[in-house]
């Protein structure tokens, strides 16, 4: 079974930068796969924030272009069977203080919406301070 383990969060303050990074495990690497960076803030719904997928297209919240970047690597296994996605968090405001959520999906393109995907991790917190 596909695990999915998010790294990197923590506290910064407002301007600053953070990187969090996703790990996935027994990952049956093709070209159709799909991931995606959430957030979900205390008393609010999830959102997507970020989403790659097998052929290089990126997709961006509207709120975050131009500051955060998504990124895929593969693994030194040579079976292909893990992945590392991160996502790279410039400009950091208070407002994007969240849970953050990586997703993947073995079938897809680079989506924002939840529905989208079937595996997921535990999260990572991002904190940013005023």
């Known amino acids: 079974r596909v695990k999915v383990v998010e790294s990197g969060g923590g506290s910064v303050q407002a301007g600053g930068s953070l990187k969090v990074s996703c790990e996935l495990s027994?990952?049956?690497?093709?070209?159709?796969?799909?991931m995606g960076w959430f957030r979900q803030a205390p008393g609010k719904e999830r959102e997507g924030v970020a989403a790659?997928?097998?052929?290089?297209?990126?997709?961006?919240?509207?709120?975050?272009k131009g500051r955060f970047t998504i990124s895929q690597e593969h693994g030194k296994n040579d079976e292909g069977r893990q992945m590392y996605v991160h996502l790279q968090m410039n400009n950091l405001e208070p407002e994007v203080t969240a849970m953050y959520y990586c997703?993947?999906?073995?079938?897809?393109?680079?989506?924002?919406?939840?529905?989208?995907?079937?595996?997921w991790g535990q999260g990572t917190q991002v904190t940013v301070s005023s």
């Open positions: 997703a993947a999906e073995e079938t897809c393109s680079a989506t924002l919406s939840d529905d989208g995907y079937y595996y």
């Open positions: 027994d990952w049956i690497y093709n070209h159709a796969y799909c």
């Open positions: 790659i997928d097998g052929d290089g297209t990126t997709l961006y919240a509207d709120s975050v």
